[in-house]
């Protein structure tokens, strides 16, 4: 039997693209018309996507505070509502909601194009060290250095002539833009056919980014990565977003989005979805309380509950949880994204 709260996070993912298309088609259909490229420049081209405003309000308030200008902010709006003006230090283009992988091409090839750097890194990484900017610099230095990645994928490793190497991911990544979207004219899309061996479960898929990285190993490109003792120096991250914003989005109430958790059999519990939506939702708690700090007043989400509803139904279903199911990474997040501030 597939219950319901299977089926809706994808049905709101279509949902919400489809709804957002009118505010977001004309302008990307502006936005090809011209395909205007950033200035040229010494500087890295940062960029960024968003589904949810108040958390591009803090992404923003950090990068600009840790970074200062040594970056200049390219934001793909896909809610359609972000306003210029809030941000005056960033380009902000309302762009469809189409695959991360697509917009990220897009950015590093067309918008970027004037730059040898480009770093992609998602709304939910929050850079907290102008030193990132120096990493980035120093690592694409070094010859045939391809990219440099200050959040790896830990569940799966390449095996290249039987050595294993972390993928690079997506999430927070610099590239040297010339070396690899024009002399190597690779592409970020996800593909079939990953039979590479797994640590915490064996992979089917290539991600974005994962092919190309598997490319450049195989020529023998760098493509580095931050150690992970250092990572924590500069930046704090969320996981799994994508799919509470969407029931936010969805839902009107706060009684429905507790629904969503309250209505399945608790057995449910078991899997890894609603543990991984209500954790999500506890970040989303997060974000909202940093924005309400920034602006006076809480952003409009009137389908989000209070955190100690979310907490309640968390506790009265932990006996159901693995014991990796924690909220540990979501309250250590919090804990540093608060002092950032």
């Given at each position: 039997m597939q219950y319901?709260?299977?089926?809706l996070v994808p049905y709101a993912f279509k949902r919400f693209s489809l709804l957002k298309t009118l505010r977001t088609g004309l302008p990307t259909l502006q936005y090809y018309a011209?395909?205007?490229?950033?200035?040229?420049?010494?500087?890295?081209?940062?960029?960024?996507?968003?589904?949810?405003?108040?958390?591009?309000?803090?992404?923003?308030?950090?990068?600009?505070?840790?970074?200062?200008d040594r970056v200049d902010i390219v934001i793909f709006?896909?809610?359609?509502?972000?306003?210029?003006k809030e941000f005056p230090k960033a380009r902000v283009q309302k762009f469809l909601n189409l695959y991360a992988a697509t917009k990220s091409e897009e950015f590093l090839r067309h918008v970027a194009k004037n730059r040898t750097i480009g770093?992609?890194?998602?709304?939910?990484?929050?850079?907290?060290?102008?030193?990132?900017?120096?990493?980035?610099?120093?690592?694409?230095a070094v010859p045939h250095t391809a990219t440099v990645s200050f959040r790896p994928r830990e569940w799966w490793e390449f095996d290249i002539n039987g050595t294993h190497i972390q993928?690079?991911?997506?999430?927070?990544?610099?590239?040297?833009?010339?070396?690899?979207?024009?002399?190597?004219?690779?592409?970020?899309g996800p593909a079939n056919g990953n039979t590479h061996p797994g640590i915490l479960k064996k992979p089917t898929r290539y991600d974005t980014f994962d092919k190309a990285n598997e490319i450049l190993l195989q020529k023998g490109y760098r493509c580095a990565i931050v150690p992970e003792k250092?990572?924590?120096?500069?930046?704090?991250?969320?996981?799994?977003?994508?799919?509470?914003?969407?029931?936010?989005?969805?839902?009107?109430?706060?009684?429905?989005?507790?629904?969503?958790?309250?209505?399945?059999?608790k057995?449910?519990?078991?899997?890894?979805?609603?543990?991984?939506?209500?954790?999500?939702?506890?970040?989303?708690?997060?974000?909202?309380?940093?924005?309400?700090?920034l602006k006076g007043s809480p952003y409009p989400l009137p389908a989000l509950p209070d955190r100690s509803q979310l907490m309640k139904i968390l506790e009265d279903h932990k006996q159901y949880l693995r014991p990796d199911q924690t909220i540990a990474p979501v309250e250590e997040t919090s804990d540093r994204l608060r002092d950032a501030l």
């Open positions: 319901k709260y299977v089926t011209t395909r205007k490229p950033l200035p040229p420049s010494n500087k890295p081209a940062l960029f960024t996507m968003n589904i949810l405003p108040p958390m591009m309000t803090v992404w923003y308030h950090l990068a600009t505070k840790y970074l200062e709006d896909s809610s359609g509502l972000l306003d210029q770093w992609i890194c998602d709304d939910d990484m929050f850079l907290l060290n102008g030193e990132a900017v120096d990493v980035v610099e120093h690592e694409l993928p690079s991911s997506s999430y927070c990544i610099a590239f040297n833009r010339e070396l690899v979207f024009e002399k190597e004219d690779l592409h970020l250092d990572r924590a120096k500069y930046w704090a991250g969320f996981s799994g977003l994508s799919g509470p914003v969407m029931l936010l989005n969805y839902f009107k109430k706060p009684e429905q989005t507790l629904g969503y958790f309250l209505d399945p059999p057995k449910q519990w078991q899997g890894s979805m609603l543990f991984g939506i209500l954790s999500g939702m506890l970040s989303l708690c997060t974000i909202q309380e940093l924005y309400t700090k």
